[in-house]
Nanobody, 124 residues
Framework: QVQLVESGGGSVPAGGSLRLSCTAS?????LAWFRQAPGKEREEVAT???????TYRDSVKGRFIVSRDRPKNTVYLQMNSLEPEDSAMYYC?????????????????????WGQGIQVTVSS
């Protein structure tokens, strides 16, 4: 069993930045960030594979950066040029088995471990 703990959320004006952290109780080869706004479905924001390659949803490309600190079992989500539409509860999630040679993140429904979530609010 892996516990995930998010930190770093808060309230910022549009154009501001935040860095979210997801610290795991054990090594996680691949990890994803999701978000869910009130009344909307949860959506994948960014992923980082075992080989540290990253993917991003189109709306955050060029603004968000996912990275990891392996010794600390921590994955970061640097969020820049924040927009009100980025306001949501952000979750990190992980699995025991990543996919393929690169160790990519599987589909959302296969994610096994979830953090408790952290709020990000961007004011206009």
């Amino acid at each position: 069993q892996v516990q995930l703990v998010e930190s770093g959320g808060g309230s910022v004006p549009a154009g501001g930045s935040l860095r979210l952290s997801c610290t795991a109780s054990a090594y996680t080869a691949c990890l994803a960030w999701f978000r869910q706004a009130p009344g909307k479905e949860r959506e994948e924001v960014a992923t980082i594979a075992r080989d540290s390659s990253a993917t991003y949803r189109d709306s955050v490309k060029g603004r968000f950066i996912v990275s990891r600190d392996r010794p600390k079992n921590t994955v970061y989500l640097q969020m820049n040029s924040l927009e009100p539409e980025d306001s949501a509860m952000y979750y990190c999630a992980a699995v025991d088995q990543c996919l393929g040679y690169a160790g990519e993140v599987p589909r959302e429904r296969e994610m096994r471990y979830w953090g408790q979530g952290i709020q990000v609010t961007v004011s206009s």
